[in-house]
């Protein structure tokens, strides 16, 4: 019998290869057409998704949901502290960032982008309620996320281990198998990856735009080796010495 693993927002869908190339079914939902030849993605928004178009109890799930409205950078346009607490705008606050007013078309657009990305995560968690995924995984850069999915079990990492160029510090949200919250925890604390290499690249971010890639498809894209380490994970097969770059 097939097993099967989803990926939502799946771009690259490089998360779910490792476990295409081991014999998984790889469901892929992208908007974005420029996506319709990978293999396995269907071009869809996600918010059409009904959990009956997904296979029932998948081993895992992801999503990587993007993160202008989450990032740490402009997070005032989208959120404000209320009694010690982030919590996101309404859209008389929109009108304002740091108490600077701005055009009713932009505090529109910043309030109209919050919504349907509260909207996308919220209807993320549905499809894995409904669906009752063995592992999974919603993914962000470190952000505001973490005030929205406070209550869910998190951790953080940075997908430098995995060979991106420059840092990219990550939290993974959700139920993940007990091997790869180790390995990712025993991978930073080594600290065994080229801090220099992603450094110097870090560095050049400000000149040739975020990470010195062109394109923000290349920016976004999850590295192959991040999914085969959670593979390994999922099957229960993970060691700690497991090498990535
Ligand atoms: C942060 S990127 C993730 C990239 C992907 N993980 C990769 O490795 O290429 C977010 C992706 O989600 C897609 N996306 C955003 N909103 C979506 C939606 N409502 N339905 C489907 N895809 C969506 C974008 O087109 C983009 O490719």
Redo the contacts with the bound molecule.
């Keep these: 019998m097939k097993k099967h693993v989803v ?9 779910t290869e490792w476990f295409r190339e081991n014999g998984y079914q790889a469901h892929r ?4 057409p420029w ?1 319709k030849d990978i293999p396995g993605t269907t071009i ?4 059409d998704i009904k959990p009956e178009e997904l296979p029932m109890k998948p081993k895992f799930l992801w999503a ?4 202008n409205t989450y990032s740490l950078i402009g997070v005032w346009r989208y959120w404000t502290r209320d009694h010690g607490k982030i919590r996101p705008k309404t859209f008389d606050e929109c009108r304002f960032i740091k108490g600077r007013e701005i055009s009713l078309e932009k505090a529109t657009k910043y309030y109209t982008d919050l919504k349907e990305s509260l909207a ?1 995560i919220r209807h993320i968690s549905m499809l894995i309620e409904k669906t009752q995924p063995k592992h999974y995984a919603i ?1 962000n850069p470190v952000g505001v996320l973490m005030h929205v999915l406070f209550d869910w079990d998190r951790i953080h990492f940075d997908q430098a281990i995995f060979g991106t160029v420059g840092r990219k510090p990550t939290h993974l949200f959700g139920e993940l198998p007990s091997q790869l919250v180790e390995y990712l925890e025993y991978r930073m604390e080594k600290k065994d990856y080229d801090w220099e290499v992603t450094e110097a690249w870090g560095k050049k971010t400000t000149k040739r735009g975020t990470l010195g890639l062109r394109g923000s ?1 290349l920016r ?3 590295p192959y080796e991040l999914g085969r380490v959670i593979g390994l994970a999922v099957e229960g097969r993970l060691s700690l010495e497991e090498k990535t770059i």
């Excluded at 990926?7 to 998360?15: Q, T």
């Excluded at 990587?64 to 993160?67: D, E, G, K, L």
Aim: hydrophobic content about 35%.
């Design positions: 990926e939502l927002c799946s771009g690259f869908g490089k998360v939902f992208e908007y974005d996506f869809k928004d996600v918010m990587s949901p993007p993160c996308l993914e498809r976004s894209m999850i």
